[in-house]
């Protein structure tokens, strides 16, 4: 397994990716789903049976509860070192860049609660951003997730390399980031709930001259690399 490789040639948005293996008729729960913009896309496509979305952020928690609409889809708190569902309950696990805010001591833990809840043959898509990049550059200034990330990693890959699960493949892509101004970055990203980004004056300054170097009339523009480790329970 690799953690990255020497390039990637590959750019596309990662549910282009996903629905070429996403079992039709399929149970599916997603961990860590954030503000549910995938659990809207995968809902609306219309190929899975239904979707539990599970989200550790109480305030994005309670705003994901008001969402109407999605009928296909069930919002509860929980987090994947504790999943709160049945053995064998689903067909797929999605994580998309989640597993890195699980913490290092229960990242073990989390990979058997994903392998405990699918069902035999039911596969784990576990995708993570790639520590490189120019919007990593701007990230680490204030959020620096190597760390957390390399040990993201490597508890996947102990899960395989012990038996656990098995390794379907990994793909490398890079996915398109687009944010029309630094307000927007700001909003979004130093601003988000589940993490409490604490910046001085003078850090804030340097994130916003390093983040305004990719600004052109369009806005900012970015390429995140990313890896997926598309995981398989065997019997």
Same mark, same amino acid.
């Given at each position: 397994?690799?953690?990255s490789?020497d ?16 079992p ?18 995968i ?15 109480e ?29 064998? %309950?689903?067909?797929?696990v ?11 001591a ?17 596969l ?10 120019e919007y ?6 204030f959020?620096?997730?190597e760390?957390?990330? %390399?040990?993201?990693f490597?508890?996947v ?79």
């Open positions: 397994m690799l953690l490789p390039t990637i040639e590959l750019v596309c948005d990662e549910m282009q990716l996903l629905n070429e293996v996403l039709a008729g399929a149970r599916v729960l997603e961990l860590g789903c954030g503000k549910a913009e995938k659990t809207r896309a809902a609306e496509g219309g190929k899975v049976e239904a979707i539990l979305a599970l989200e550790v952020d305030v994005q928690h309670a705003k994901n509860l008001q969402i109407a609409g999605l009928p296909r889809v069930r919002f509860a708190a929980g987090g994947a070192q504790a999943i709160p569902a049945q053995d064998a %309950s689903f067909d797929i999605l994580m998309f860049k989640s597993l890195h805010h699980v913490p290092l229960e990242m073990d833990r989390a990979l058997d609660e994903i392998r405990r809840v699918l069902r035999p043959g039911g784990a898509w576990l995708s993570e951003p790639i520590f490189a990049g990593n550059e701007i990230m680490r200034l959020h620096d997730e760390r957390v990330r %390399s040990a993201a490597e508890a890959r102990r899960a395989v390399d012990d038996g656990r699960m098995a390794l379907v493949r990994q793909i490398f892509f890079k996915a398109p980031l687009r944010f029309r101004d630094f307000a927007q970055f700001e909003r979004g990203v130093l601003n988000v709930t589940h993490t409490a980004h604490r910046l001085s004056p003078q850090l804030h300054e340097q994130v916003r001259e390093r983040f305004e170097r990719h600004m052109t009339p369009d806005g900012a523009f970015f390429q995140i690399p990313m890896r997926v480790d598309l995981l398989r329970k065997d019997a």
